[in-house]
């Protein structure tokens, strides 16, 4: 109450001939001024420091905005380089497979080769060349992701081919190995090589004149002229079916080999093995000499099939 009752008095004076004036005002209308003062101090210092930190933070945000922005660009362009290698490897994948399908075709006409040698029938031609592989171009635009796709796609269809045939040519391989084999077997008890080194035939199969009666005779073989104890190979596999000597023949040895077939070793100096003995091709059994009816050192030589003398030449290499 008593602060309500009391005023300050304001006197403006405002100049010497003018009236002063005056006014009073409660006492407690400055000190309500001064605190609204304070108060506004307060608010705007309050304002300004927020406003302050919400722009730190708007800067922080943008500066990781921008560098989030950087990595990511940094990753897209890793991964497109990623891409870019992996589609690079399926080109050059796709070029190996086409290359080993290239080889594995070789392979077969080889073994096609093979089997015309030892007489078989030939393995059935290429599976398939479907894909038709890789065509190079002139043109260089960077591959479109739908062609390098497709580019694996034939790849995985080739691979898949190629494991066919690769299979098929293992079976057909092992066929044409024991038809090799069968071929070698036969090659062993087939009399095809020279039962000496010596080349000079001195009389051939057939008709001759008789070297003793000079009458024409038959001769069943060949007279091989060789140097006296030069070697006697047996020409096949087979077993000694007889050794002797006599009169005519010689010192000689029959070897029996398979399919009916005989040879026949005459005018031996040596025997080397006995009756019942196997033999290998190639084997030395004897050595050159000129016993029995003979004229000089040379080896008779004589095939027979079922008994019957024939001509050794076409058996010889
Ligand atoms: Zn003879």
């Known amino acids: ?34 605190a609204g003062l304070l ?6 210092l309050t304002l300004y420091v927020l406003h302050a930190r919400t722009a730190m933070v708007a800067s922080d945000l943008q500066t990781r905005v921008k560098s989030q922005d950087t990595l990511y660009a940094t990753t897209v ?14 080109i050059n994948l796709s070029r190996q497979t086409s290359d080993m399908k290239t080889q594995i075709d070789d392979i077969r006409k080889l073994e096609d080769e093979v089997r015309t040698i030892t007489g078989s029938d030939k ?23 739908d062609e390098v796709q497709d580019m694996l796609e034939q790849t995985r269809t080739l691979l898949t081919d190629m494991n066919e ?21 036969k090659q062993r008890v087939t009399p095809t090589i020279w039962p000496v080194d010596s080349r000079t035939i001195t009389s051939g199969f057939g008709l001759r004149q008789d070297p003793f009666t000079f009458r024409p005779s038959f001769h069943s073989g060949f007279d091989i002229s060789a140097p006296l104890n030069s070697k006697v190979h047996v020409t096949a596999d ?57 004229t000089g050192n040379h080896l008779h030589y004589e095939v027979l099939k079922n008994g019957v003398s024939i001509d050794p030449k076409p058996f010889l290499k």
């Open 1 to 34: 109450m008593i602060w309500g009752k009391k005023r300050y008095t304001f006197v403006i004076i405002p100049d010497a001939n003018s009236s002063v004036r005056r006014f009073e005002v409660p006492k407690l209308i400055p000190y309500i001024a001064g």
């Open 39 to 44: 108060s506004l101090v307060i608010v705007t």
């Open 77 to 90: 362009q890793e991964k497109n380089q990623t891409i870019e290698q992996l589609q690079n490897e399926v």
């Open 123 to 145: 393995t059935t031609a290429a599976v398939n060349s479907a894909s038709s592989g890789l065509a190079m171009g002139g043109t260089n635009r960077p591959a479109t992701d």
């Open 165 to 185: 045939e690769v299979d098929k040519l293992k079976h057909s391989i092992v066929n044409t190995k024991e038809a090799a084999l069968a071929v070698q077997k």
């Open 238 to 294: 087979g077993v000694v079916q007889s050794t002797g000597s006599d009169s005519l023949h010689g010192n000689n040895i029959v070897v029996s080999h398979s399919d009916g077939l005989q040879t026949w070793y005459m005018h031996l100096n040596k025997i080397n093995v006995d009756k019942g003995e196997k033999v290998e091709k190639g084997q030395v059994i004897g050595l050159v000499g000129s016993t029995g009816r003979s």
